[in-house]
């Protein structure tokens, strides 16, 4: 059984910068991308980055786009999530997701169906 740990979260003012990491307790041969979701209070879950375990192909949500980075340290079985010019509304608990149950996607990459593992998720929050 994969577990996800994320750690990174925490306090900062607009404007700064965050970076968050999740260590899957183990590799597993069938993963085939990660991602960071999140919720803020009163909201549903919503995609923020993905990334193929080969750490190539990101791809983001148009609201991080330009300002966070999803990247991946195989050796480490760790992905992260560089957070920069962060917002009020980024506040939210993030959440890592690993896909292994298959290499086909039969949603878009930013749903969270295509997802089997979850992490407890970290919170971030940005004040004013």
């Known amino acids: 059984q994969v577990q996800l740990i994320e750690s990174g979260g925490g306090l900062v003012q607009a404007g700064g910068s965050l970076r968050l990491s999740c260590a899957a307790s183990e590799h597993t041969f069938s993963s085939y991308a990660m991602a960071w979701f999140r919720q803020a209070p009163g909201k549903e879950r919503e995609f923020v980055a993905a990334?193929?375990?080969?750490?190539?192909?990101?791809y983001y949500a148009d609201s991080v786009k330009g300002r966070f980075t999803i990247s991946k340290e195989n050796a480490k079985n760790t992905v992260y999530l560089q957070m920069n010019a962060l917002k009020v509304e980024n506040t939210a608990v993030y959440y890592c997701a690993e896909k292994t149950s298959s290499a086909i996607y039969q949603h878009p990459r930013n749903s969270e169906a295509e997802y089997d593992y979850w992490g407890q998720g970290t919170q971030v929050t940005v004040s004013s």
């Open positions: 990334i193929n375990w080969s750490g190539d192909n990101p």
